[in-house]
């Protein structure tokens, strides 16, 4: 019997791993194949996360080069930001990503505290020595930014600031037309809007008369609005008269509201009389506006452009869209604040990395981890 079985299956252990190596061989060459194909699913995505479309860079020194535009009732394709450095801290270049993303067909600028002063020197030597004598970084990064809408226009931002959709949907229903910088009228220039030189702000809040309601985070504008030289002409005559003010005072968006407030209410700015106002400024005569040019200011409302505020009113959401919290979340702080539903196009999570005197340190460690990365894992 023992024998018998010895040779009527013989074949048995030998036929069992003649299967087994079969179907290895097969799935090592279905893995094989399978490993190639999300290769190049992998390998096809990648290249198409690396290609996307996106703003292009184009530095201040170029800019600064490029003619004066004098197409001034449109707002160019400029995104401006601002850092002290082209090194940007981790959560800020994310930011910004989205910007860029959001706005592929414009321009993206990033100054440096070295461009802004070149910036001051060749186009507002008027205003130098007042830039240079502020009392530190934060008061000539709130200064400069009036300086880039008067004399390129397009929009600002500061890096806490995330892109949720393009703005040119926004201007459009303002009836204000976004163009290339360069060309800035297409071959049919028909489809252009002329509604004259328009700037737009947004509101935080639900509070109009607190003073810091209408930030300098962001900012829109058609070229030489004469408003921002308004702004410009402001800080400079509280530096002659001696004025020490904090940085929201004097440069910032208290100085902003101050201005604002004048410009809505005070009858020598109506019309014509607030291009006669500044006429005497030596950057004005670089824009020629044609006689009856209108202006105008749009404050937009705080769902648009800041849905959350770090006043009283977004204690609720705090502890998630403060961008220092150990806490934050942004796609958890834009589901709260519902920016899909009204439509919001930016939120700022206010991170605050400066003080008076320079860098907040605490704040600024908090921005450099990238979001999702909890201080002390790494990078």
């Known amino acids: 019997m023992n024998s018998a079985s010895r040779h009527v299956y013989p074949s048995q252990p030998f036929y069992s791993l003649r299967m087994f ?12 194949a399978t490993i190639g194909i999300l290769s190049q699913t992998y390998t096809s995505n990648t290249f198409r996360r690396s290609s996307k479309v996106t703003a292009r ?12 535009t004098e197409s001034l009732q449109t707002i160019p394709k400029l995104f401006h930001q601002s850092w002290s450095s082209t090194d940007l801290p981790a959560k800020f270049e994310g930011w910004s990503a989205t910007c ?6 414009w321009e993206w600028v990033l100054w440096t505290d070295e461009d802004n002063e070149e910036l001051v020197r060749r186009h507002f030597p008027w205003l130098l020595k007042t830039y240079q004598d502020l009392p530190g970084t934060i008061y000539r ?6 300086l880039y809408m008067y004399m390129f226009g397009g929009v600002y931002a500061d890096l806490d600031v995330e892109c949720l959709r393009p703005v040119d949907q926004l201007f459009d229903t303002y009836n204000v037309s ?5 060309n800035p009228r297409p071959h049919s220039s028909g489809s252009l809007h002329t509604s004259g030189r328009k700037a ?4 935080m809040g639900t509070d109009p008369g607190f003073s810091n309601s209408i930030p300098n985070a962001w900012m829109a504008s058609t070229p030489g609005h004469p408003f921002f030289l308004l702004v410009s002409q402001s800080v400079q005559d509280s530096m002659m008269s001696g004025s020490r003010n904090g940085p929201e005072d004097l440069t ?17 700015y109506k019309g014509e009389k607030l291009d006669r106002h500044v006429a005497s400024n030596p950057t004005a005569t670089q824009f020629t506006p044609r006689k009856g040019l209108d202006h105008s200011i749009e404050v937009l409302p705080f769902n648009y452009i800041f849905p959350y505020s770090w006043e009283r009113d977004g204690e609720a959401v705090r502890e998630i869209c403060w961008a220092t919290k150990d806490t934050f979340s942004a796609e958890r702080c834009k ?4 920016t899909d539903h009204w439509p919001s196009y930016a939120i700022t999570y206010w991170s605050h990395t400066w003080t008076g005197e320079g860098h907040d340190e605490g704040n600024l460690n908090a921005i450099s981890i990238p979001e999702g990365t909890k201080e002390g894992e790494g990078s």
């Open 21 to 32: 190596s079969r179907w290895t061989i097969f799935l090592v060459f279905a893995a094989i």
């Open 57 to 68: 860079y184009l530095s201040p020194n170029e800019l600064m080069k490029r003619p004066i």
């Open 100 to 105: 860029r993303n959001q706005h592929s067909d």
């Open 141 to 146: 990064a709130d200064l400069v930014r009036n």
């Open 178 to 182: 976004t163009v290339p910088h360069l």
């Open 200 to 203: 737009f702000f947004g509101r």
């Open 252 to 268: 910032g968006p208290a100085r902003l509201y101050k201005t604002l407030k004048e410009y809505f209410t005070t009858e020598k």
């Open 335 to 338: 589901l709260l604040l519902a």
